[in-house]
């Protein structure tokens, strides 16, 4: 080996050993980025496969008018088809007579007038039906024509639905994996956690002034008034209560400040109380959330793979604010909805204001 080389290899080693420290802590360092990384992806997927939804069913309906109109136009043929009989029959009794025979064989002026009245009223009507009956055929054509031009778009949606499904799937895929090798490792699992706390603290800093109107406010009294007899947003299996827990891998004790609901991804979740949507996008940590307040008092409702709501936006109690999913960072990879209740920004137990 020539000097140079040699001086060339021991570099390439120098390097290597300062950069495998810092690869080692990669995946850990940026376990929370990787996350938001996935889900603005699986977001965008969502969206995507919401507005195709739309188009379908937009399709679906253009379809189903035209369907009608050419059931309708083949009826409307069916009808005139007599009427167009009768007039060509009769016109060709006309012809076979002679027009001029009929004409001239009148007996009198009169009777001429009328003969040519006849005649002429005769005509005007077998062209109308013909002209009639073209228009309703043509109609049918188009309505046929159009009818075809849905049936191939839908099949040519229900072709990229499926591409979308499959990229969905195979994002959620990769998320999954990685959620499972951070919590397949101790370490791994403990920067998790402490990522996931720091995440939430940062939000919770973040949002400490909202909510925080007078406690005199009518939202706040009404809120207040509801307590222990809100609905629950959704129906599901409770996977954590409110209070401290233990995390199975790291054994450190955590603190769940709201209540985790399970249930299928895609399930509605509702508003509890009338209010106003402060915050509706992507929070580092807690994924798609929405935050409605109440006067002095705030909902959170985090986890969710679609949102229904802007901020901004007033809502009822009982109205759709999103879909139940899996984004964020979570413990498990099960769809969940996590609920949180918050006064002047400090996290309230659920169970206190929810019914039983």
């Keep these: 080996m020539t000097p140079a080389r040699g001086a060339l290899v021991a570099c390439a080693l120098a390097a290597l050993l300062l950069v495998a420290p810092a690869r080692a802590e990669a995946p850990v360092q940026g376990i929370l980025d990787e996350v938001a990384r996935y889900d603005a992806q699986l977001a965008d997927l969502d969206a995507a496969d919401v507005a195709m939804t739309a188009r379908e069913a937009e ?6 008018a035209h369907t ?4 309708a136009a083949t009826a409307e043929v069916a009808r005139r088809q007599g ?4 007039a060509l029959r009769a016109a060709y009794r006309l012809q076979r007579r002679g027009f001029a025979r009929l004409l001239f064989d009148a007996q009198s002026p009169g009777e001429l007038r009328r003969r040519a009245h006849y005649l002429l009223a005769s005509a005007d009507a077998q062209e109308l039906a013909m002209r009639e009956f073209q ?4 109609k049918r054509a188009a309505a046929a024509e159009a009818a075809h031009t849905e049936m191939a778009a839908l099949d040519s949606l229900a072709a990229e639905r499926a591409k979308q499904r499959i990229a969905l799937e195979e994002e959620r895929r990769r998320r999954l994996e990685l959620l499972r090798s951070v919590r397949s490792s101790s370490a791994m699992a403990g920067q998790y956690q402490a990522e996931a706390s720091q995440a939430r603290a ?5 949002t400490a002034q909202q909510g925080s109107l007078p406690a005199a406010a009518p939202s706040s009294e009404g809120f207040r008034a509801a ?3 809100l609905p629950w947003p959704l129906r599901g299996r409770v996977l954590l209560a409110w209070g401290p827990y233990v995390d199975p891998l790291t054994r450190e004790t955590l603190q769940n400040l709201g209540v985790d609901l399970a249930s299928p991804p895609g399930t509605p979740f509702r508003a509890v109380f009338p209010g106003t949507v402060t915050r509706s996008g992507y929070v580092r940590g807690y994924g798609q959330v929405v935050m409605v307040e109440h006067g002095s008092y705030a909902t959170l409702y985090a986890h969710a793979n679609g949102l229904r709501v802007s901020q901004g936006q007033e809502v009822n109690a009982g109205d759709v604010l999103g879909l139940v999913g899996t984004t964020g960072l979570l413990d498990e990879s099960e769809a969940r909805l996590h609920f949180e209740i918050r006064y002047n920004g400090t996290p309230q137990d659920p169970g206190e204001w929810l019914t039983p």
């Design 68 to 71: 009608a109109d050419e059931e």
């Design 59 to 64: 399709l679906t309906g253009a379809l189903t």
């Design 135 to 138: 228009a309703v055929v043509q």
């Design 202 to 206: 940062s939000f919770s800093a973040a």
């Design 83 to 86: 009427e167009v009989r009768g």
């Design 227 to 229: 307590r222990g007899t």
